[in-house]
């Protein structure tokens, strides 16, 4: 990576920057004030940091000329008292801390030759030219040699005051409030004392305290990759970029006693844009092989602070090794042990310790080392107890480490005998479907996995339901639970690496858990008699009925209510005696499975009592007049109030009884002249009042005519 360096004679006449390998990145000195400070508008930014006893306050203009303008008119930096002693002051009391410009010319001599910093910040300031040689080849140098010569001036002064606070002071961007109290709050409040028609100008503010110190962090996850002569150090970047704009890597050679800086200059960021940013940042240092050295990183913060001192990490370099061993070839003796043999440059055996030998059963690994051989003129290897299949890869022993493997070699021992049955298979199921198989784990080492297959019925055929062979005792399965069958069967069987399957296992009955609610049942017949209603229906198709309910409720009211709950599942009529008469009444029936599922209502029913059971007829009589070809009906009756009418019902020859006549003279009984000869009639009556309701039936006579 090319650095640079920056000399600038003392009459301040021009810069010449030139490439060295051991100070700050050009990258960085154009780019990192910019990502601190530069925006779109015009005004100056502020930031602040308290101490134990004071405050540091740092200011920038956000453009270059703005910055220019402010060299000449200078800042004006004041504080209010906001807060005091947590108590909010009225009015706030304000102090003018007074005015800044960046030092003469003549004081930044002395200061030049301590400070490279100093150096760059005067030739930006006062310097009659601002120029970059030629001797570069890269794009990035020929975008800044085309950069105006005032926005690199601009550039490398706020680098210069990011990396050192005492040069920020001397170029009338920062001060050290001194006069602060611990039991106060400021508004500090910095502005450019350029006339508004020159440059109209923002101020900057920050609202702070002493109260609001915080020490700093540690650089975090600070680790080293040590090679051959050489290592690699990185700390994290994200969390840290926001408190250090520079870092400074420390090497200790006597075991972390005493540390040294291993570059003369504080570690900058090197990244030209946001895109290319990493989350980690990265320093190589050289070292000597079989050294050990302790290596720790500090940040520095805007304000010129040194953080704490990160964890310490060690480590040595070593050389590193190109060849890797080979395995030539292999035997097999009638015990089934293994024999390899293997390869390696003699040349340089005097560079390792030995040889790792490694297995595994597939040649992605994992890898576990069997055996080491602690000699560097070995070359083979007895295996006395390979595996059916086995990946064997051989690596070299240094004093640090195992590795350079070969490539993976494979063996292979003649296997025909199947694993074992797979035993202890059980399973659960949930209301979703889904199906939990677990059994107990084979014992072979070379076994491959587990082959899975399904069922609806015992003996038909099984169908596999694992594309491949699965490597654990246990195996989750979906399945529908809306169908006709209740169970579903499963069995398991075994495969090894040579792909021998072993016999089934036992098959295991699952029992599909019931969600799916019984059919309902149908209402088919209703009577409304004297001694109450009677209800019949047509049972549930479904097989798991547990039993049925029968709900009621009157016909204007809100809620059904159960009045009875059949547990035979072949009964199928009801008589309500709890009906009052003439209440018209609603009706409907459900049924539950075993499972406790309820079927939906069945279509509501309506009915109503309207027998009169107080009413009845005591009498029934008649005569036969077959000289008027007629019956002569006769009734005799006790009821509470005169009917409306009398209902004759007839039968003819054993024929179903009809309604015949309505008689309205009640009490002078009914003559029947629609008669056929040797026909044999039947007559029943029940009165109808002027409610709607009936009496009871009379009883029935049979009249042969």
């Known amino acids: 990576m090319d650095f640079v360096r920056i000399h600038i ?31 779109t508008n015009s005004e100056v930014k502020m930031l602040a940091r ?28 004041e504080r209010y008292t906001i807060l005091r002693d947590e108590v ?55 975008v800044i040699n085309k950069t105006k010569e005032l926005e690199q001036r601009y550039s490398f002064a706020l680098f210069a005051a990011d990396q050192s606070f005492e040069v920020a002071q001397m170029e009338g961007l920062a001060f050290t409030d001194t006069s602060a109290k611990k039991n106060e709050k400021y508004l500090y409040k910095v502005y450019a004392n350029i006339p508004p028609s020159i440059d109209e100008v923002d101020s900057g503010t920050v609202y702070i305290g002493i109260s609001d110190f915080a020490p700093l962090p540690e650089p975090l996850d600070f680790t080293a990759d040590f090679g051959d002569g050489i290592v690699m150090l990185q700390w994290n970047r994200e969390f840290f970029e926001r408190v250090y704009n520079s870092f400074i890597v420390e090497r200790s050679e006597n075991n972390g006693k005493t540390f040294t800086k291993i570059t003369e200059q504080p570690i900058v960021n090197t990244s030209p844009d946001e895109t290319s940013r990493s989350r980690y940042y990265v320093k190589l240092d050289s070292i000597t092989n079989y050294k050990k050295y302790v290596y720790r990183v500090k940040g520095i913060t805007p304000f010129g602070e040194t953080g704490p001192p990160s964890q310490t990490v060690d480590g040595e370099g070593t050389p590193q090794i190109h060849s890797k061993a080979q395995i030539v070839s292999h035997e097999t003796d009638k015990a089934n042990a293994v024999l390899l043999t293997w390869r390696f440059d003699q040349n340089i055996e005097n560079l390792i310790e030995g040889f790792a030998i490694q297995r595994s059963n597939s040649p992605k690994g994992p890898f576990a080392t069997i055996s080491t051989i602690k000699q560097t003129s070995g070359r083979n290897y007895t295996d006395t107890s390979p595996l059916p299949t086995n990946y064997y890869r051989v690596g070299l022993i240094t004093d640090s480490h195992e590795g350079n493997f070969s490539f993976p070699y494979l ?42 297959y399904r069922s609806n019925f015992k003996s038909a055929e099984y ?23 209740s169970k579903i069967y499963y069995r398991v ?5 040579r792909n021998n399957t072993s016999d089934f296992s036992e098959i295991i009955e699952v029992k599909k858990p019931d969600i799916v609610p019984p059919v309902p049942p149908v209402f088919s017949k209703v009577n409304a008699g004297q001694k109450g209603i009677e209800l019949q229906w047509i049972g549930s198709s479904s097989g798991d009925v547990r039993y049925q309910s029968i709900y009621r409720k009157g016909q204007n ?47 509501p029913l309506t009915a109503t009592k309207t027998e009169r059971s107080a009413v009845k007829f005591d009498k029934l009589s008649y005569t036969i007049d077959r000289s008027k070809k007629q019956i002569e009906l006769y009734w005799e009756a006790k009821w509470d109030e005169i009917p409306k009418a009398v209902l004759v019902y007839r039968s003819k020859d054993g024929a179903p009884f009809s309604l015949f006549r309505k008689v309205e003279t009640v009490n002078e009984g009914f003559v029947d002249t629609e008669l056929d000869l040797n026909t044999i009639y039947s007559y029943q009556v029940k009165a109808i009042f002027k409610d709607g309701s009936f009496s009871n039936w009379s009883d029935k006579v049979d009249v042969n005519y």
């Open 493 to 497: 069987s075994s495969v090894d690496l």
């Open 50 to 77: 308290p101490q134990q006893d004071q405050i540091l306050l740092r200011w920038a203009p956000t453009k270059a000329s703005t910055w220019q303008y402010a060299n000449t008119y200078g800042y004006t930096l």
């Open 411 to 452: 063996v292979q021992l003649e296997d025909s005998i199947p694993p074992a049955i797979p035993s202890g298979l059980l399973a659960k199921v949930d209301t979703t479907g889904v199906v939990r198989l677990t059994w107990n784990r084979n014992l072979e080492p070379d076994l491959l996995g587990y082959r899975v």
């Open 88 to 142: 909010l002051l009225k009015p706030v009391e304000k102090v003018i801390i007074g005015a800044f410009k960046p030092y003469p010319e003549e004081k930044w001599e002395h200061k030049m030759e301590e400070n490279d910093y100093a150096a760059v910040a005067a030739q930006a300031i006062y310097g009659e030219t601002f120029e970059l040689t030629q001797n570069y080849s890269s794009d990035i140098m020929q």
């Open 557 to 603: 009211e809100p809620k059904w209510i159960l009045i009875a709950r059949i547990e035979n599942e072949d009964s199928t009529r009801y008589l309500d005696k709890t009906a009052v008469y003439m209440q018209p009444y609603l009706y409907t029936l459900t049924a539950t499975d075993s499972s406790g599922l309820e079927s939906s209502p069945s279509i």
């Open 463 to 485: 169908s596999q339901i694992t594309s491949a062979p699965v490597d654990q005792s246990a195996i989750e399965d979906t399945i529908s639970l809306k169908t006709l069958s």
């Open 9 to 39: 004679d003392q009459t301040f006449k021009q810069v010449v920057i030139y490439k060295l390998t051991e100070k700050f990145a050009l990258f960085t000195l154009l780019l990192a004030s910019i990502s601190s400070f530069a925006q």
